[in-house]
Structures are given as C-alpha cells and as structure tokens.
C-alpha cells in the first residue's frame, strides 16, 4: 500500500483523512477494553452465581472480582511482550494483534458454562479469559496512544489523543448502561441463566469491526522513518535498554500513570461501591450518578484535548494535580452529605478535575521516549503503574477504611497521588507543538 505522508522540507505532512481514520481505530480498541471492564464490573454480583459454589454471596462476589484482578497481574507481562515487539515489527501488527486477543477473550467469556453444568471448570475457564484480556490489554493502551501521537500533526496531537479517552468512557458508559437496562427489563433468573451472555457476545461484532479498522491502517510516518534508517527491518533494541536506558523518563511516567489512574479508578470504579457499601446509597442512584459524571466527562473532553495544544500538557496536568490536592475533601464532603444533588455536585468535580488527565496523557506520555523505544518503554512504565497503583485503588482504600474507621480515606488517598503526579510534571519537558522525540516535525498537509 502506497503510504498517504510525504516528507517535504524535513516535516512529515500527513493526510487529515489518514489521521482521523487512524485515531477511530485506536480509540475504538480503548472503547472495547473499557465495554468489557464496565459489563464485568456491573454485573459481578451475577457473575458469582454462575461461575462459583453457591451458599456465600460475599465469597462469589470476592471471587469474581479475583479473576477480575488477575488480569491485572499480567498486564506488565503483555507490555514486555508487545511493546518491545511494537517497536520491532511495527505498531499496526500489534495493534491489531491486540485487538483479536481482547476481542476473543471478552467474546470467550459469554460461551463459558456455568458452574452447574461443568463444576470447578467454569472459575478456571473465567481466569483463562480474563488473563487473555489481561495480557492483550498490556499492549493496548500504549500502542494505542503511541498510534494516534505518532500521527498526529505537532499542533493538534493534544486534541487528537483526547479522542483516545473519548473512547474510553463511551466504551465503560456503554457497557455499565448495557448491564443497567437487562437489570431493568429481565428478571433475576434470567440475567442468571442466559441474560449476562449478552453484554460478553457483543464483543465479538466489535472486536471484527474494530480488527478491520485496524488492518485498514498504515504504519505511523514516524516508524516508517526509523525503518528506513535501517537497510532491512529494524534493529532489535533489548528489553534491558528500554528500561535502563530510559529510567529518569520510566520514573516520570510511573508518576504521571500513578495519579491519573488512582483518581480514574477511584472516581469510576471505586465511588459506586463506595456510595452503596460505605454510605448506604440507593444503588441505582449511585450508578446514575457515575455514569452522568462520565457523560459530562464525555461531552468536555476534546475541548480540553485542544486546551493542552494551547497552553501546554504541563499546566492542564499541574492544573488537575493541584485541584485534586485543594478539593478531594470538599468534593468527598459533599458526596457524604447524601443528597442528590450534593452527590452529583462532589462527583461531578472530581470528574472534570480527572479530565486534566484524560485529555492530556494521551499525548503527554509518548513524548516522553524516543521512537526507537517508544512502544515498549511506554509500555512497561504504564502497565507497572496501573498494576501496582491503578488497579490496586479500590482494594487498598477499602483496606485503609476498615482499619482506621477514617470514611475520608479516599480523598487523603487521591490527594497523595497528586502530589506525586505534581512532583511529575515539574520535572517533566513541555511536549505541546514539538515534534516528538526521535521524529521529524508533523504537520497536517492543509497546514503545509
């Protein structure tokens, strides 16, 4: 296929056409993960009835979100594997290799018998399908934002990545709205005995439409070019040098992953629990509630994607560092206040504080390696952080509740993470309207 990028005058002029059909494929495999993360996370009380022995809803609920966890647990793993292997073969192979792998593993989970029918064997078929979309998952995001960077004009790339997100919360929106309407219309039995298939099955249509986006697209002008460094394929660069040879930008992109994960697992995957659990909420409301914050989330976030393009990634991320250290109490405080409105209001803040992140990181963090390496370093620095941070929120605030009695452990929890991120951003480079590193300047062929 004939490449649709041109270098003139030492810049990459990319195709809008291109670029728009590249970040489409990207954030509609962000759009899956997240489907599957909102499905898996509504419907898990349902889950523990077909998948585990019955007699201790506590203990099928605990299992459920066991196997959930695991995927976690080998998300560093996919990223040694498909990040470096991105910066070796290319990140549109991977991308679509992802995308399979994620699209089965979802899709595997609707066909699975339950427990009744095939005893022990249900539980270890979930865990295999869950450490399948685990691992894919390990190479997802970061080739995904890698993409979209990669092609990206240098004074839009803010607003383009945005879309990556974009993608996120449509995709977490539409699959807890999914599980939300069969609670509405089905009857318990069911949504036990066929009715929770539905949501797993979807994945299957998506992951194909999604895979033929993908192999639809070409590669990234900025891989091609350091191929064409080469005289034959790419060199290989070895995994030890990802790390060590980028360890001060790994460090910055722990931190920077570390507060925008912890506040967007708090805030979309934490608060529901927390709002029915801790406070007693009624638990429809409480679902409402998070799934308007992420309409509002939805609604803002390309125009402050087109913000960081203006102003630079470093004030929008230092923005939402210091509003989440000055407002996590007071938005925390209202959410405790219990009424609607006040619940809304508190939720509503941290939301559009967490789009600082949502908007920005997409390109913030792959402009913190050099081309050669940018895939797999990105790779392992994010999926370290999510795993040993991101995923863990829930978990270590629940923990940190039971043992000191403190209702406000969540806001104490988040505004640690941002005074991490904050240090972050201070030693990180503004990337707004440069060329990303290793990679000649970009521009849009209407610009040129």
Known sequence: MKSRTAKAQDATVTDPALVKRAVKAAALGNAMEWFDFGVYSYIAVTLGKVFFPSGNPTAQLLSTFGAFAAAFLVRPLGGMVFGPLGDRVGRQKVLALTMIMMA?????????????????????????ARLVQGFSTGGEYAGASTFIAEY?????????????EF??????????????????????????????????????????????????????????????????????VPLREMITGQWRALLLCVGLVLVFNVTDYML?????SYLTGQLHYDETHGLLVVLGVMALMMIVQ??????????????????????????????????????LLAVALGMGALGLLLVCFTASMPSALPALFPTKVRYGSLSIGFNVSVSLFGGTTPLVVTALIGATGNMMMPAYYMMAAAVIGGFAVWRMT?????PLPGSA????????
Do not use: N, Q
């Not at 309407?181 to 318990?188: E, G």
């Not at 979309?268 to 529901?272: E, F, N, R, T």
């Open 430 to 434: 503004e990337s707004a309207g440069r």
């Open 104 to 128: 089965a593993g979802t899709f595997a989970i609707g066909l699975i018998p339950s427990y009744a029918t095939i005893g022990v064997g249900a539980p270890i078929l979930l865990l295999v």
């Open 167 to 236: 993608g996120t919360l449509a995709g977490y929106i539409g699959g807890a709205g999914l599980v939300t309407l069969m609670t509405a219309l089905l009857s318990a039995d069911d949504l036990t005995s066929w009715g929770w298939r539905i949501p797993f099955l979807i994945a299957g249509p998506m992951g194909l439409i999604g895979l033929y986006l993908r192999l639809r697209l070409e590669e990234t002008p900025a891989f091609a070019a350091e191929v064409a460094k080469a005289e034959k394929d790419r060199p290989k």
């Open 302 to 339: 390309p125009f402050a994607g087109a913000l960081t393009d203006r102003v630079g990634r470093r004030p929008v991320i230092a923005a939402g560092c210091a509003g989440f250290l000055l407002l996590s109490v007071p938005a925390l405080l209202l959410i405790r206040e219990g009424s």
């Open 268 to 272: 979309l995957s934490y608060m529901p």
């Open 441 to 448: 300047p970009s521009v849009a062929a209407r610009d040129h």
């Open 152 to 164: 990206a004009p240098d004074k839009r790339r803010g607003f383009l990545g945005s879309w990556l």
